[in-house]
């Protein structure tokens, strides 16, 4: 109804310079559909994952390269869990008259340099003006050998449960900043957490790893960590018929420098490793004792699948059960 | 950083009920990522395309239904523009809390009845909370026949210019509603256009006739007209680096049953048959004589592909440069 096709050109022209083609894109920007070759006995992978103003992000506090860097990792982090490779990204941006062409550049200088990182070209997508804030829909698509995915559904009872990484720093850094807001909103002494630490937040997929399973048939079951550890390891239950149980102390914490000493780094709090979102770790279960270490990245096994549908956490001397997002304590002990 | 969970949810579990698989589609609804399987010796086609409120629909304009219908046809019409068969649709759907859950169920039930219509299994998506209104992003993979597809870059001069069906209906109705608000405004007689013929808007993705035409390799170069004839001929001899005459008494007009007799169809204005947007029929190039209607649809001669750069609008007798968007009058016949 109301169009910008100018500053839209504009926006397309950007993109387009910015993208490149890879070795899959047979024709990228610049006609109806991008037109992408698949590797012969591969199966197609897509995802895709909103990144909206105020909901995902806030442009008072995450840098647009983070907003960028992240938005692609989203994509990214849901193929690892597929055990697939990447192949080519597809933004659909929508912007408000009032965003800065500077907020736009810097994001997608962050998403360009995430995408080179794992070399994905940019193949696509659709730009529109937006009638308030930021959206920007990630759409990846990557290929798999043929019946070789790993699914949510395959956690079988006894499978041992291993996430990769460390939990927690993302959702733990986000809590500082409402709390320093809220602070500060009293005229007390604001505590903003400074953009160093905010800097640290530029989650890798993990790509390598996802794929160093699947080529060994390792994992039973995979999911990102994209909603919280007590959320999509729900999800993972719920999609192979299985319940779970995790050790508290096993699940590993992400150490947070503070601003004064970032020598003195603290680990999270446990709910934060627990129900924190956008860690981008991958959760998966297997029936082979994993390395310590895989492609460079820690793995962690924090517990076990079970027979018994629903979860639990296992404490120092007792068990409480453990919800999507929260937890109960029971009144007694198991 | 506030997030939905429970309404997320409710979204996911509805559009996944309402989801079916097809034959192309191994893993839909439920993991990190959909896996597709692309028929042999095929390329695989990506297209998004955002439908924003306040932008692409108004709410208190178009129905739902009619609005998750056109959601669809946006990326199947890019899919038909390739020559290509769809093969799923993604949605990434972002809501603000004010929308009425009906009115998600009646955007849903139009996206999916057109979806049903080419046998498209809407196969995954995001879903997120919105901070204002309704933006909806339709993802459409296809496939084609390995370097098949009909790009917008073959054209070549001497080339016929056609196109399918009838222009210009969906900006002319636009306008008549832009004006009644507007009479509205002025607290004269609202002339609201009638529902019936909002929903006569329901624009049927060429699907069937761009396969025509790829089969029989008669397309040298082909758009779809989302943006305008103007604008996109326009798109398509940029790419082929060519310029193009059209006859304005050659263009196919969409006419309209006004509100009191809807026996009395009019033709739309010259100027929404050449700058509207929204008809989601297709212009392509050609060396043949095509026939007067391909798979139940008119096709109509419009003009020709020329060396010369630059778009002319030839009239009963004089010639007008012809720009996107817009035309301007020469001075002098040429």
């Known amino acids: 109804v109301i169009r910008m096709p100018l500053s839209e050109r504009k926006l397309i022209e950007r993109i387009r310079?910015?993208?490149?083609?890879?070795?899959?894109?047979?024709?990228?920007?610049?006609?109806?559909?991008?037109?992408?070759?698949?590797?012969?006995?591969?199966?197609?992978?897509?995802?895709?994952?909103?990144s909206i103003e105020n909901v995902h992000f806030r442009r008072d506090w995450h840098p647009p390269e983070l907003v960028g860097w992240r938005c692609l990792t989203r994509g990214l982090s849901d193929i690892a869990a597929m055990g697939g490779e990447p192949l080519a990204a597809f933004l659909s941006l929508a912007i408000a008259s009032d965003v800065p062409q500077q907020w736009v550049s810097r994001f997608l200088k962050g998403l360009l340099k995430l995408a080179k990182k794992f070399n994905v070209p940019l193949a696509g997508g659709d730009t529109a003006q937006s009638k308030g804030g930021i959206q920007a829909d990630i759409i990846v698509v990557g290929s798999v050998p043929e019946g070789k995915a790993i699914l949510r559904s395959g956690a079988k009872p006894g499978d041992q449960i291993y996430v990769t990484g460390k939990l927690g720093a993302a959702s733990a850094i986000l809590k500082n900043l409402q709390q320093s807001e809220l602070s500060k909103s009293k005229q007390s002494r604001a505590k903003r957490v400074p953009v160093p630490i905010i800097r640290q937040l530029r989650p890798l997929p993990r790509l390598e790893i996802g794929q160093w399973l699947r080529e060994r048939r390792m994992a039973s079951a995979m999911i990102d960590l994209s909603d919280g550890l007590s959320t999509d390891l729900d999800h993972l239950c719920e999609e192979s018929?299985?319940?779970?149980?995790?050790?508290?102390?096993?699940?590993?914490?992400?150490?947070?420098?503070?601003?004064?000493?970032?020598?003195?780094?603290?680990?999270?709090?446990?709910?934060?490793?627990?129900?924190?979102?956008?860690?981008?770790?991958?959760l998966f279960t297997s029936t082979a004792e994993l390395p310590s270490k895989v492609a460079g990245v820690q793995v962690t096994r924090i517990g076990r699948i079970t027979k018994t549908l629903g979860m639990r956490l296992l404490g120092d001397d007792k068990a409480q059960r453990l919800k999507a997002g929260g937890w109960e304590h029971f009144t007694k002990q198991e």
Chains 1, 2 share one sequence.
Not at 262 to 272: D, I, W, Y
Request: a negative charge.
């Open 17 to 50: 310079r910015s993208a490149r083609g890879g070795e899959g894109v047979v024709t990228g920007i610049g006609d109806d559909c991008a037109v992408l070759r698949i590797p012969s006995g591969h199966e197609m992978l897509v995802t895709t994952d909103f």
């Open 241 to 282: 018929h299985v319940g779970a149980e995790i050790e508290a102390e096993g699940i590993p914490r992400a150490r947070l420098g503070s601003a004064k000493s970032r020598s003195a780094k603290n680990p999270v709090a446990l709910e934060f490793a627990l129900h924190g979102g956008d860690d981008y770790e991958l």
